[in-house]
T-cell receptor, first 114, second 111 residues
Framework: ETGVTQTPRHLVMGMTNKKSLKCEQH?????MYWYKQSAKKPLELMFV???????ENNSVPSRFSPECPNSSHLFLHLHTLQPEDSALYLC?????????????FGPGTRLLVL | LAKTTQPISMDSYEGQEVNITCSHN???????ITWYQQFPSQGPRFIIQ???TKVTNEVASLFIPADRKSSTLSLPRVSLSDTAVYYC????????????FGAGTTVTVRA
């Protein structure tokens, strides 16, 4: 266990549904991340919350909406997704005061959009 | 943004040493080099990190030449459980968190 949990582990949704992915970190870190991992593609950084500041990848569609109510919890709200959004969504956390960047990943949510 | 290039796959046998080289020609002064291991349907797991020269821990060694344009992850005496995808990561938090994951190297260890 890495100290980062994600729920649900698997999700099947239609294109008109609205769902949310949840991530919780128990490491006392102050930064959290969402990544997308599609088959045979590099991990894609979607969003970062660090010290209450949000940094995002401008190529991420608006149908993905992150929320970070506190330093331990992170959500990814999904609405009107497309089949190409089917992927493994990974959450990670880190401690930003450290010079080196070491991220701890959760197990991921396997998303299938029908 | 330092792009990384790794071999797509590597095969090995139990007990052998596996060396995976990652190219990062455009690495910036403040960038660290980090390697992660990922098993199917799991999140990546941190293996080792370095800035220059050589770093060693209980699972691997990381060799970084003086120009830092490449790095080599060395896995000593691999076992079947080392079969996984290995990612080379180069980045710096100061650069808007634009961390660059490589495409990953699938290492297959055979008996």
């Amino acid at each position: 266990e890495t100290g980062v949990t994600q729920t649900p582990r698997h999700l099947v949704m239609g294109m008109t549904n609205k769902k949310s992915l949840k991530c919780e970190q128990h490491l006392g870190h102050n930064a959290m991340y969402w990544y997308k991992q599609s088959a045979k593609k590099p991990l894609e950084l979607m969003f970062v919350y660090s010290l209450e500041e949000r940094v995002e990848n401008n190529s991420v569609p608006s149908r993905f909406s992150p929320e970070c109510p506190n330093s331990s919890h992170l959500f990814l709200h999904l609405h009107t997704l497309q089949p190409e959004d089917s992927a493994l969504y990974l959450c990670a956390s880190s401690q930003v005061e450290r010079e080196e960047e070491t991220q701890y990943f959760g197990p991921g949510t396997r998303l299938l959009v029908l | 943004l330092a792009k990384t290039t790794q071999p797509i796959s590597m095969d090995s046998y139990e007990g052998q040493e596996v060396n995976i080289t990652c190219s990062h020609n455009n690495i910036a002064t403040n960038d660290y080099i980090t390697w992660y291991q990922q098993f199917p349907s799991q999140g990546p797991r941190f293996i080792i990190q370095g800035y220059k020269t050589k770093v060693t821990n209980e699972v691997a060694s990381l060799f970084i030449p003086a120009d830092r344009k490449s790095s080599t992850l060395s896995l000593p005496r691999v076992s079947l459980s080392d079969t996984a995808v290995y990612y080379c990561l180069v980045g710096d938090r100061g650069n808007d968190y634009k961390l660059s994951f490589g495409a990953g190297t699938t290492v297959t260890v055979r008996a």
